[in-house]
């Protein structure tokens, strides 16, 4: 565990880049015992520049990992019957394990609809209402992998996460909702807290841990925080650029949601924007289609966690 520079503070720094990628190759050894090739299939409709480069990264750290990728790209007017008879088809490929369509689709396309209509074995995005409900209920499920990646990070960093109080920020259904199930897994005390949450900073402020997911940069002040207490800070937000208009200001800089610069002075342990959560969700996608692939085959899942 990295030490945060003296000058941002002590808390200690949980390197979520170097943790996903010893993750990806006890995947890569799990994979190199199979006698065949877990395959993943990535749908990406439109020109979304993020959504390129992601589509992109996941497709290399696939193959790297000695699964097969297959990567469908769809044009941006691709009607959702289009969309959705890929889906059938991808349902009934046998090579293929895992089943990803791309967020956010064109307008012309209901998410909830494709998102239902994966194989819900092969919803390695774990967004299909029955995984969602089998997370809920405590029945085996595919996890949505950014929630499962803060997992990871937080039983790394804390090992039994058992009688912690826990505060979730942000309810949404790809971190917030089951982020806080996967807590109450874990036998923790979950606050889940929101815009509408009154004395959110007080709320904030009794957690030992912290999962911030609201995608308001910098919105978790120092003061919200428990001194000691262990912050994921699932935001990633690109402020506008610094340099008056018309001179050469670069993208602007990446943060979180928290202001790390303060946090840090308070908290036990954070993780850094970017370098935190972001490397854990393709990873924990692999992982994903690797646990897809043994279910559906009857064989012992792996142990990565």
């Not at 006698?35 to 497709?59: C, I, M, N, R, T």
């Not at 972001?278 to 559906?296: H, Q, S």
Request: a negative charge; hydrophobic letters at 45%.
């Amino acid at each position: 565990m990295a030490q945060v520079d003296a000058a941002a503070g002590t808390a200690d720094l949980i390197d979520g880049k170097a943790f996903a990628a010893g993750l990806r190759e006890r995947i890569a050894q799990e994979v190199a015992g199979l006698d065949f090739k877990p395959g993943l299939a990535v749908v990406l409709v439109g020109e979304d520049p993020a959504s390129q480069v992601y589509v992109g990264s996941k497709g290399r750290q696939t193959v790297e990992a000695g699964m097969a990728s297959f990567e469908h790209r769809l044009p941006e007017d691709t009607s959702e019957a289009a969309v959705l008879d890929l889906v059938a088809r991808l349902n009934d490929d046998p090579e293929v394990d895992g089943i990803l369509v791309q967020l956010p689709l064109p307008k012309q396309i209901d998410s909830t609809a494709v998102i239902n209509a994966i194989d819900p074995a092969k919803d390695v995005d774990g967004f299909h209402v029955i995984n969602a409900g089998r997370l809920a209920t405590g029945q085996p499920a595919m996890v949505p992998c950014t929630p499962l990646g803060c997992l990871m990070l937080l039983k790394d960093r804390l090992g039994d996460l058992s009688g912690l109080r826990a505060v979730v920020l942000g309810r949404s259904n790809i971190v917030g909702k089951p982020m806080a199930q996967l807590l109450l897994g874990q036998n923790c005390t979950v606050t889940l807290a929101h815009s509408r949450t009154k004395d959110l900073p007080g709320e904030c402020g009794r957690a030992d841990i912290l999962v911030a997911a609201v995608g308001r940069p910098e919105m978790v002040k120092g003061d919200w925080i428990k001194p000691g207490a262990t912050v994921i800070d699932v935001g990633i937000n690109r402020l506008p650029p610094s340099a008056p208009p018309g001179e050469p200001g670069g993208k602007g800089r990446l943060v979180g949601d928290v202001d790390f610069e303060e946090a840090a002075k308070v908290a036990g342990a954070i993780t850094p924007v970017p370098g935190g959560v972001g490397p854990m969700t393709i990873a924990c996608l692999l992982a994903n289609t690797l646990v897809a692939a043994c279910r559906r085959r009857g064989l012992p899942e792996p142990e990565l966690l």
